[in-house]
């Protein structure tokens, strides 16, 4: 099974195939877990100001030295990134980048994948709650589903956002959509973007939308 590449268009991003002797375990570490954990996005930014998103609310201006009621400090902006206090840990995002962060007092979630001989990492995990098969793409910039995947999960790609994108096999379209949960191992996250492509696939790709938010 070759991994399939996605980007939005005009820019490619090329997939990183990682070969069993290059590595044999791949861990995922992410500062998140279930419903407890406060997931924060960089909306924009402004002087002394950043357009927070939190638990998937909408987007509010919190000036540096402000905190949130849930407890996210903006310490500082330059340019197009912010430097957040999250869970009393230091994290600088990027305009459109999140972070979810445990409550403290516990250690960071993790998953372990491990390759397969054809250097593939694949793991069970959950979508909305429902059991998907993934294959982890980092040349995927978004999660990656067929439309068959999308109905078992009750994933309705007609309420999404049409464009085209770049694959290996050429432009094709998909319906840009946001998942409510996305599990690997012990580690939840919440508005995940992702797309649905017009074509059924073997996996579903968990591309840089949901790697983007581990270390």
Aim: a positive charge; glycine letters at 14%; hydrophobic letters at 45%.
């Amino acid at each position: 099974m070759s991994a399939i590449t996605w980007s939005r268009l005009p820019g490619r991003v090329n997939a990183l195939r990682l070969g069993p002797r290059a590595a044999a375990l791949l861990t995922l570490g992410g500062l998140c877990t279930a419903a407890l954990a406060a997931d924060v996005g960089l909306a924009g930014v402004f002087p002394g100001k950043a357009l927070l998103t939190v638990d998937g609310g909408p987007p509010r201006t919190v000036a540096v030295g402000t905190k949130t009621a849930e407890g996210v400090r903006v310490l500082a902006v330059d340019g197009e990134t912010a430097t957040l206090e999250v869970d009393g840990k230091k994290r600088t995002l990027r305009v459109g980048q999140n972070v979810a962060a445990q409550p403290g007092g516990q250690g960071p979630s993790q998953a372990v994948l491990t390759s397969d001989l054809r250097g593939h990492f694949m793991t069970t995990g959950t979508i909305n709650g429902v059991a998907v098969r993934f294959m982890v793409d980092t040349g995927a910039s978004i999660i990656a589903l067929g439309p068959s995947e999308a109905k078992r999960i009750g994933i309705d790609p007609s309420k999404g956002m049409s464009e085209m994108i770049m694959t290996a096999n050429g432009v094709a379209p998909i319906s840009r959509v946001k998942l409510d949960a996305v599990r690997v191992g012990d580690i939840v996250m919440h508005g995940v973007e992702a797309g649905v492509s017009t074509q059924d696939m073997p996996v579903v790709l968990l591309g840089m939308s949901f790697l983007n938010r581990c270390e």
